[in-house]
Nanobody
């Protein structure tokens, strides 16, 4: 599967953005999906993940209550709605796909379980 993330940009603190990740290739609904981010000088970190049907979602504590992950399998797209943005949310955001089956539930936050990655979209939050 090929992934393309877009929707990043520059926004003031307290603002919002919606990221999208469009998938092509194999059946999108066979992948669990996630968003990760990497700030300058820092390691890549988990943001949110969603199961194949969208029934199960997971969030990092740092974004819980502010970010919402969702997917539209008919459009082969996963979204990340980001509200109440903070300067510490500044990072390159990556979408990722996992086709490892039910073992995904054991560690949806583990970046090394995801097989496919998009190119990243940059989010900058000014104070």
């Amino acid at each position: 599967v090929q992934l393309q993330a877009f929707g990043g940009g520059l926004v003031q603190a307290g603002g919002y953005l919606r990221l999208s990740c469009a998938a092509s290739g194999r059946t999108f609904s066979s992948y669990a999906m996630a968003w990760f981010r990497q700030a300058p000088g820092k390691e890549r970190e988990f943001v949110a993940a969603i199961s194949w049907s969208g029934a199960r979602v997971y969030y990092a504590n740092s974004v819980k209550g502010r970010f919402t992950i969702s997917r539209d399998n008919a459009k082969n797209t996963v979204y990340l709605q980001m509200n109440s943005l903070k300067p510490e949310d500044t990072a390159v955001y990556y979408c990722a796909a996992d086709d490892g089956g039910s073992s995904w539930y054991d560690s949806p936050q583990a970046y090394n379980r995801y097989d496919y990655w998009g190119q990243g979209t940059e989010v900058t939050v000014s104070s």
